[in-house]
Every structure is written in C-alpha cells, then in structure tokens.
C-alpha cells in the first residue's frame, strides 16, 4: 500500500489528558503518535469536517444563484400530495 505524501511538519499544543490517551493507543496498536493523530483528523474530517465542507459549497451555490426558493418546493410537494402532478 502506497503511502500519502507527507506535508510540512506542524506544532500544536494537546492536552495532556488527550496526549496520555494518543499515547496509550499508540502504544497498544503498535503505532506512533502521528499516526494516532493523522487517524483522528481523518475521521473528524469524514465526520464534522464534512459536514462544515458541505455548508460553504452549499453557501458558494446559494450565492451564485443556484438554489430552490423554498415556497416553490412546497408548492411542488403540495400538489404531489394532492394528486394534481403525475
């Protein structure tokens, strides 16, 4: 399995309850703390993160007019509901 392409080191300040808990997994897993971490980020990023994503690429289509005026799709789903649209 090929590996990513590793960027610039970072430095950030964890918690010394956090760090304890990443270096428990690390050690139990047989895996470095970056590893832990890189891990973390990417289920945040699946996670929470996506869901931020999708909110800034649904304000991007709202602000270059690309969107359903909600009063319309009510409208719609009304007369589906009654019938009067196959």
Sequence with gaps: MAKSPLSDPIA??????????????????ERTRSWVIVRAL????????????????GRKQIDAGRHEDMDDVIRDIEQIVAGKVA
């Design 12 to 29: 950030t300040r964890i918690p010394v309850d956090v760090l304890s808990s990443i270096d428990e997994i690390a050690e139990m897993t």
């Design 42 to 57: 990417k289920t945040y990023l699946l996670n929470e993160g996506a869901d931020i994503l999708a909110f800034k690429n």
